[in-house]
């Protein structure tokens, strides 16, 4: 070609070996199995190919058995009706056995002669097809015969004689078959047996699980699915962390449409979930903080400002890194101020001195003092707040709270606030004696007042309130402060009454019970939110908290000192300055409300006297009380009791216009009682 070579395209390519090539097919091969609409949805499920494989290995077994239950049954059937049983109950039955002798054995015989003719001639049938044809027919009939037996021997609950004493292992169905949630449903009796579902949605593939959406029939409630949970995962053969069930609310939703995740396998289990805070630089305190994820492994973010934040737990569940999770998003902002308060004395708390504007770490008096005069300070803070927010225009602060651009404001210092108290049983169990407004009380119960003070009025000036504690019992938490803590965090504790003291009343009998967590699910527990977070049209969820050990939790703090310095908002401890500002406890104890630690009542009573105020109804219903309070209904009874306080039955009206007979209390009686306290605490 003249001497000159063709130059062809010239193309960029990489060496691979065999291993790496057959690796990228299989991978690619696998990835068009999961995605593709042509394979079915129980191919690609794992368990599902285990249960097929299972059921092949058992085919021939079970179906010798069907042909030889066909032949007994078979068998059984051809003796009755050649007995004539049917016609002999029948004359039985009607008493005319004698009279009908002759007729029943002239059927008989003649029902045995019919069957030796047909006998007879099966057998010239077959020697003539094996003589004519061959053994071929035969065979084939042999088949036809033996399917047919296998039909009739089939397994049948509620068939006499079939009906097995034992069964194998439940598995779940391939792919949620429709009529194994019917049966599913109907077994934990949430539906009747003339009842079945409706199929919303069918059933696919979501994260590890399969989800589907039915409708319950008329009348059946969804809330009654969430509440017997546990049957329904029992008629499903799945653990119940496996089984999620949800209402569907909102648009497309009803009290009547369910939504149920059913997992592979336990969702809880495996490593621990790294926080994602440790990827930023920096946090907006008014953005909801990560969480956590569910059991869908969705993320679960736990919004703080606005609302406060109990966590309960017995020891040695997490409590304290969840608690840490809600403290590390406001850490990492510059704008947030922090009181922490550690009751334990360990080191869990350490690392937030850098960053505290006031910190305490100990149980000593000196300790839990410290904690009250800095509750006392920032009380005054709030009352200063809103006489301050009550001057700024309405483009500033256009409903009387704080907002983004206050919070953020050198100026108007208002900045978010946070108080961080782990182990408040240490503070508020506090049995010292102090004065407060003229009257005695102990420091506990003053703190208790503080708090709850905060709680209540503090979300809209900016203060946010998380305490955590290992004792969530009644005594240990006054009722008027757990009554106004908005979001709340149940690990695993020991009975269902401590769960509804952490998550609120009757939270158990509506499927909310966190003393069912199992021991191995660290950092596994009930969430209560009082804001948006995932699935935030449900009442609460699980969730598996974010990890974030002793070294990692450094890191946030050593993150967050470096944003306040860069910011210039470095105040208070941190700064190396210790000194609680000086206010007036008169003006604080005011504040407080007169039903306050100063009168010194013990629980339930002083929340009973506190919830009525200045009420002149002469009864007041039980049922009324144990909803305003938050508390167990068979406890307040008897503490009410043990106060002197009988319960009476009452006619009250009713909303048809009549009238119902409730059981409660002569609001007499309460304030009786109440008397009965002398202000140095002694019943008198």
Known sequence: MSGREVVRAVLDAELVDEASAVHVNA???????????????????????????AWLVRVPFRFVGAVVRGLVVSVRAWRRWVRVVDYREAAENAEKLADKFVEIRALTLFRWKVTGLVVAAVSVAVALVDLVYGAAPLWIAGAVASVALAIVGRRKDGSPGRKAVLAGPRTLTWTMDPQVLVDAFRDAKLIGKDESLRLVERASRVGDGWSVTVDLPATRKADDVIKHRDALASALAVDEVQLIVERVRGRGGHAGRVFLWVADEDPYAGPPLRTPLLDVEYWDAWQPV????????????????????????????????????A???????????????????????????????????????????????????????VQSRYSRMATLDDEVCPESKITPGISRDANLRMP?????????QVFLENPTRQDVGGKKTTVGAYIADLLTYLVRKGPAAGIVVIIATQRPDSNTIPSRLRAVLGSRFALRVMDWRDSNIVLGEQMNTRGYDASTLLPSHKGVGILRPDGETAGADVLATTVRTFYMPNTEWRTICARGRELREAAGTLTGYAAGDDTTRAVDPSAVVMALGPSSAGEDLPEPLASVVEHLGDDTREFVPTAELVEALDVEATAFARQMAELGCKPVRQYVPAEDGGSRRVRGYMTVDIRAARDDFGADGDQS
């Open 416 to 424: 978010i606030t946070a108080v961080v108290i782990d182990e408040v």
């Open 327 to 381: 403290a590390a998003g406001l850490i990492l902002d510059p704008y947030t101020r922090l009181y922490v308060f550690d009751g334990k004395g360990g080191k869990d708390w350490d690392a937030a001195e850098q960053v505290a504007h006031r910190f305490v770490c100990g149980d000593e008096l000196e300790h839990v003092e410290a904690v009250r005069d800095h509750l006392v300070e920032l009380a005054a803070e």
């Open 27 to 53: 991978g690619r091969f696998m990835n068009w199995w999961q995605r593709s609409r042509h394979v079915p949805d129980v191919l690609k499920s794992g368990q599902g190919l285990k249960d097929a494989v």
């Open 290 to 325: 990560p969480f956590g994820r569910d059991a869908r492994n969705r993320r679960i973010d736990l919004p703080l400002v606005w609302t406060s934040l109990l966590v309960g737990a017995i020891p040695r569940q997490g409590k304290t890194f969840a608690t840490r999770l």
